[in-house]
């Protein structure tokens, strides 16, 4: 193996290490917390991860600007007065944020869960945009095994203390809530750390930057409007079912997201290395880099749908209660197909084209769709099976639409590949959905060997040029 390949090697080992990490935290999560909480608490719980899901939007774009422009750069090369200036801009802002959200909460928002979730909502919003500043300058330069040691202290003092809560018999949502807190805070603490010589120096070398910082703004806003859009085709779904149905229908609905995202956090492990390379890599080569990493990421991608039937019947033999919306997996595992084909090669390379307007412009267009879909769906006719339905098209939806317009870009013709997925989503959600056995998992075995049969040659030459990467 040639140095650069075994850098990378090394890169996604760290990476894969924090996300397996945050995969092993999310599984325990998932199995142990809804079978040992009410399904009332665990759906207060759950809108408070719902919530603390969009706080990262509350720097318009700061962070991503960042991201997005020293994507590449080496971290030693870095302006430190300049990110050090920016830093303390950054935290000042969102906590004179966090301070007017905490008002605003005790003023007008009368129930008391509600107050609390918000008021620890805003709380979490300080302290995820500032740490995240720091990871995405990591991030960006490449510093994959610090980002990792970051997030893997921080998810597993969460789980750890999760855990003390739950064996010494406490089962208060709120003590859950202060335990992502803390876990998100220590984890800041440690970015600090590693970040030193950027948050720590002479105030003597202070100024404001307006202009880094407009400039920061100005580019990352696309991305973060972009993301908002992205997160909110399936939030607007989710909105509609906390606002049509219980609060208890609700956690159960988000018990079976969370447990078919679960495959997610590898596709990000990889995701976060591809976007540096791709930064410092050749733009005749970009087409050629696509095509391999495609067909490689669906062939895995198509696999794994077979684990599907097994975790299912799992969660519902340890999980009774919650045994009626695990049935809604066959609807929603194939959301892995799409959002891993997003997050790892369409967004990535986006990115790394400097597209982000036409990123913005295909999320607003899908999530026009789901205001719509979900108008229709839960408020007039208030089918919730349909609208969980909806979920799996707006997404490929967007994916499609996405995917067409970037390899219009870099010049290569998938249609063929797209349909072929397609016709596979469909078989796996009707062998799922009407038969849900034994069967389920044969009959879409055999429908993915079939798909190997068609793909083979394609395959092959995948495999050949990963090989020839690794010698050349």
Known sequence: ???????????????????????????????????????????????????????????????????????????????????????????????????????????????????????????????????????????????????????????????????????????????????????????????????????????????????????????????????????????????????????SVFGKVSLTLSASNLLMLFINAVGIIIFPILKRTQSKNLAGIYITMRDFLMLILLGLLIIYYPVKELLSIWLPKYADSLTYMALLFPICIFEGKMALLINTYLKTLRKEALMLKINLISLGVSIISTLLLAALIHDLNLLIVSIVFLLGFRCILAEILLTRHINISVLKDIALEITMTVAFVLTGWFIDSGWTVMLYGSAYILYILIKRKDIFTAIGKIRTLMKS
């Open 1 to 247: 193996m040639n140095s650069r390949f075994i850098n990378i090697l090394r890169s996604f080992s760290y990476a894969l290490s924090s996300n397996l990490i945050s995969l092993l935290v999310s599984i325990l999560v998932i199995i142990i917390v809804p079978k040992l909480i009410g399904v009332e608490e665990y759906g207060y719980w759950q809108l408070y991860l719902f919530y603390a899901s969009y706080v990262g939007f509350m720097h318009f774009g700061w962070n991503d600007g960042i991201y997005l422009r020293y994507g590449g750069e080496v971290y030693g090369k870095l302006n430190k007065e300049l990110f050090f200036s920016q830093f303390h801009m950054l935290s000042f802002m969102q906590v004179a944020l966090g301070i007017l959200i905490s008002i605003a909460t005790l003023v007008f928002i009368n129930d008391q869960d509600r107050k609390f979730i918000l008021l620890m909502v805003a709380l979490c919003m300080i302290i995820t945009n500032v740490r995240w500043m720091l990871i995405y300058v990591l991030q960006a330069t490449n510093r994959i095994k610090e980002y990792a040691q970051i997030t893997i202290i921080g998810r597993i003092l969460y789980i750890l203390i999760i855990v003390a809560l739950l064996v010494s018999g406490f089962r208060d949502y709120k003590l859950m809530i202060i335990a992502d807190i803390i876990g998100r805070l220590i984890s800041f603490a440690y970015a600090i750390y590693i970040c030193k010589d950027i948050v720590f120096r002479k105030a003597s070398t202070f100024y404001f930057s307006f202009k880094e910082t407009i400039e920061n703004i100005s580019v990352g806003i696309k991305l973060m409007f972009a993301t908002i859009a992205s997160m909110l085709i399936i939030g607007v779904v989710r909105f509609g079912i906390e606002r049509f149905w219980d609060i």
